[in-house]
């Protein structure tokens, strides 16, 4: 990273508008590459609640920003703020990305399978079938992402079964299964996704007996929080590939990086290693 890192009145500006927003990764991620590349740019964080988001959305174009990243509880609600959604947006049904468009109009996106996919793909050797345990937001741009790598058979799993069968019903390879079926779910499985929180630092534990995978399966979590969960740890003893979900965080950055700053950024070592020592 070039040092230091000087901006003008002329730089370009992004942001991530969350609440809180204090946790988030993004600005360490974002001025990393802006100042790797020498861009005249910034990235800071905004702490908007959910009654000022429209506000703020709306006034992006007015401010000059190039766009926003956007985390909890916004995803969703930003949806009708927007002038125009791409399609993976629409399909996942959430926003985590919105685009200032030269015209200043504004256009959402959500980079988030994009990012899971990029974080798994170089490790994947099947794409038979999956085992995705959840059905939040994040677990819809999982499944979104494994329909488009071509999964034949993705089995969701969740403790209130009429959300993963909402989920299912968009995608002819979803099917939707009882929470209680999710070790023998296991069986002849390609990959093993957490897309929940549990098992995440200061959350309860992911309840899940492995030994049913089979041990060529990837297993990976979404969480980065501890890097090593509980369920890859387990995993990692018995012979299974693992991926921490630090990957994915770095990966979805990329489309949003492109987009407001004209530059493909990319994901090397030696930024990981730098994240990680902001999480030390």
């Known amino acids: 990273m070039t040092s230091p890192h000087r901006i003008t009145g002329k730089a370009r500006v ?8 204090t946790h988030t990764l993004s600005p360490a991620l974002h001025n990393y590459w802006l100042a790797q590349y020498g861009i005249d740019g910034t990235y800071i964080p905004l702490s908007v609640t959910a009654d000022h988001l429209a506000e703020v959305i709306r006034a992006l174009p007015v401010m000059g920003l190039a766009g926003v990243s956007l985390t909890l509880p916004h995803k969703e609600l930003v949806l009708p703020m927007l002038n125009s959604i791409d399609a993976t947006a629409t399909a996942i049904g959430a926003v985590n990305t919105v685009i200032v468009t030269p015209e200043g109009k504004l256009h959402g996106t959500n980079t988030d399978a994009y990012g899971f996919l990029a974080n798994i793909r170089p490790h994947l050797t099947a794409t038979n079938k999956a085992v995705v345990l959840g059905a939040g937001g994040a677990a819809k741009a999982v499944v979104y992402a494994l329909a488009q790598a071509g999964f034949a058979e993705i089995v969701l799993l969740n403790r209130s079964l009429n959300k993963a069968q909402a989920i299912a019903a968009s995608f002819p390879a979803a099917k939707a299964a009882n929470w209680d079926y999710r070790d023998d779910a296991l069986q002849n499985a390609d990959l093993l996704v957490n897309a929940t929180s549990l098992g995440m630092t200061g959350k309860d534990p992911l309840d899940i007996d492995i030994e049913a995978l089979p041990t060529a399966a990837l297993v990976t979590d979404i969480v980065y929080a501890p890097l090593t969960t509980e369920l890859l740890a387990r995993a990692q003893k018995r012979g299974n590939p693992t991926v921490d979900g630090l990957g994915m965080l770095l990966h979805q950055a990329v489309p949003s990086f ?7 950024p990319e994901v090397t070592e030696a930024l990981r290693n730098y994240i990680l020592s902001g999480l030390a």
């Open 258 to 264: 492109e987009a407001w700053f004209g530059q493909k």
């Open 14 to 21: 992004a942001g991530v508008i969350g609440w809180p927003v």
